[in-house]
C-alpha cells in the first residue's frame, strides 16, 4: 500500500484515485499518522458487503425460470413420531 501525506494526495488526487483503481489501496498520512485510505469502488462493494437484494437474489433463482403455472408436489403423510 503507497502513503501519501495529506497536502501530496490533496495536489495529485486523481492519480491517487486511478492508483486505488489499478494498483489497490492507497494510505493518506496526517502529521505521520494514517487517517484515511483510499480504495476503488470494486474494493469498497467487496468490502462493504454491498449484495444484491432480495429481489434481485430471487429473480437469479433458477426457480424464477419455471412457469407460473407450476405446482410444487409436496409429501402428505403423517409426521413420524420422534422420541425426546
Not at 30 to 52: C, E, I, T
Request: no cysteine.
Amino acid at each position: 500500500m503507497q502513503t501519501w501525506q495529506m497536502q501530496e494526495a490533496k495536489a495529485r488526487l486523481s492519480e491517487v484515485v486511478k492508483r486505488a483503481e489499478a494498483v489497490g489501496p492507497q494510505d493518506i498520512t496526517l502529521h505521520g499518522r494514517s487517517v484515511a485510505v483510499v480504495v476503488s469502488k470494486a474494493a469498497f462493494d467487496r468490502l462493504s458487503g454491498q449484495r444484491a437484494s432480495l429481489l434481485e437474489f430471487m429473480q437469479a433463482s433458477p426457480l424464477s425460470k419455471l412457469p407460473d403455472n407450476f405446482e410444487f408436489v409436496r409429501d402428505r403423510s403423517l409426521k413420524r413420531d420422534v422420541a425426546l
